[in-house]
């Protein structure tokens, strides 16, 4: 009785040993890409793979920076914007799970230096000035503004604060060692000084699509990190529809006018703007440095703004105002690196008035690529 009793327990263990076994077997599962990390391109469908050697009770997951995506043997990855992004393939049953996870590096795209290529501006994107006494006029018009492409002959005015013209080059301008970037205005030095400095921002093709529809970065100049200037300054413009001081309204709680003169009798608002009720512009606004004692000056800043006569960056020996892009902040004031850049926006970066020469304006004579002798 002791031996049957024996045989039928170890019997029974046997058995559920087996039940216990069959069927719950960890995932076997096989990458087809068993890197860790991968390139891809934007806009470029990239399929990852999995060889599923048993699917019994199991279930696949594919996760995306977080999100889940899908939940089969493969993925196709295309990304809409370069960057960085974290892919995790997921496989689980009774038996255990198997995961792996893909870094997947979407780069900029690059417009590589031909011999072919020009150092100049090849297309204004858009040109949008605030109102000013020589808007409205060929100085101040969008004919002038293309008149940009290809030389350094030309001029636009860009009005009052935060007015802006955006350009780029037939190519990506590379981050190289120093200055990258030279921008032409016409400031006066002394014993004049007169100085109207622009603000000066730079983007990246990050989606592909040619177009200067991307994240903006400002190259931080000499007055950046200085208590007298503003970030995230905000002015709104109305426009009288007459020839009549321009009334204008901040978020600093400050209001006043974009005043007329008898040299310029028109309407000092865009009348080819969009909006011809009011214009909002942001950015950062540069302290003024206008001073009415003797000669009415407009002092410079020490490097890092157009139309400024800086000693920082030579302009007296250039002729142009030099920036280096690895200068570039984002939004939050923090450094960023960037190989290449795609599009530049100038905007005028004071809010002044200087008497009977009217208010600071930007002027933009045309750009080069430092890069590109």
Known sequence: MNRLITLLLLGGIFITSCKKDHGFLPPNVSLTNQADSVTAKINVAQTFNI??????????????????????????????NAGSYLLTYKATNAGGVFTHSYKIIVEVPVIAIKAASSKFISKVFDYQPAPGQGINETVGSPEQAQKLIGGTNSFVTLGAFGGFIIFGFDHSV?????????IYGNPFGPPYDFSEPGVVMVSQDANGNGLADDEWYELAGSEYAKATTIKNYEITYTNPKAFADVPWTDNQGKSGVVKINNFHKHNFYPEFADNQEKLTFKGTLLPSTVSSSGFTTSKPFDFGYTDSYSLGDDFKTNGFNSFDISRAVNKEGKKVVLKTIDFVKVYTGQNANAGF?????????????????
């Open 51 to 80: 060889d599923v050697k048993t699917d019994k009770d199991l279930t696949q997951e594919w996760v995306l920076d977080g999100k889940k995506v899908g939940n089969g043997n493969s993925y196709d990855f295309t990304a809409a």
């Open 174 to 182: 590379v981050n190289n060692t120093g200055y990258d970037l030279g």
């Open 357 to 373: 020469l009217g208010e600071i304006s930007t002027e933009v004579k045309g750009a080069v690529d430092l890069g590109i002798k």
